[in-house]
């Protein structure tokens, strides 16, 4: 196929795209992951070392602030008082939260679901199910009190 004496269906479409006024600008393959992954069926293998490597390698992107969104725009910052909140309330809104409530079971029972469990879940639990490994319920001391939370 060449683009200097374009035919058939090619030329139909660079036809058809002359009445826009735009730029074709390359973007590299590693970029158009988010469109291959659509095209993939997720992987079934429980314990597949290529996933337990892709999810590492995008839990050190998240950690290291590469591959992140481009800033468009910076506005200024919008500063609000912390209303205290009631540690055993707020404990009590994650058990409640549809998101959170799986992956709070799972951390405490220390027990990663098998891929199939978390495919009818929603995008949040399933970016919380990738990141298993990084995932803590910590414990702290009220310093007021010395009581433990």
Not at 36 to 54: F, I, N, Q
Not at 72 to 82: A, H, K, S, Y
Not at 88 to 94: F, H, K, N, P, Y
Request: aromatic fraction near 6%; charge should be negative; include cysteine.
């Amino acid at each position: 196929m060449s683009f200097k004496e374009p035919e058939g269906q090619v030329a139909r479409w660079i036809e058809e795209l002359q009445a826009y006024n735009f730029t074709v600008v390359h973007r590299a393959g590693a970029c158009h992951t988010n469109a291959d992954v659509l095209s993939r069926l997720p992987c079934t293998a429980d314990g597949c070392h290529y996933c337990e490597r892709k999810e590492a390698r995008e839990r050190d992107l998240c950690v290291e602030g590469e591959g992140c969104a481009t800033v468009r725009q910076v506005g200024m910052p919008v500063c609000c008082e912390l209303q205290m909140v009631d540690v055993a309330e707020w404990r009590q809104q994650q058990k409640q939260d549809t998101d959170l409530r799986p992956v709070l079971q799972w951390v405490e029972a220390q027990q990663r679901p098998p891929r199939e469990e978390v495919a009818v879940l929603s995008m949040a639990v399933k970016g919380l199910w990738s990141k298993f490994g990084a995932l803590r319920l910590c414990a702290w001391k009220e310093p007021a009190t010395g009581e433990e939370k």
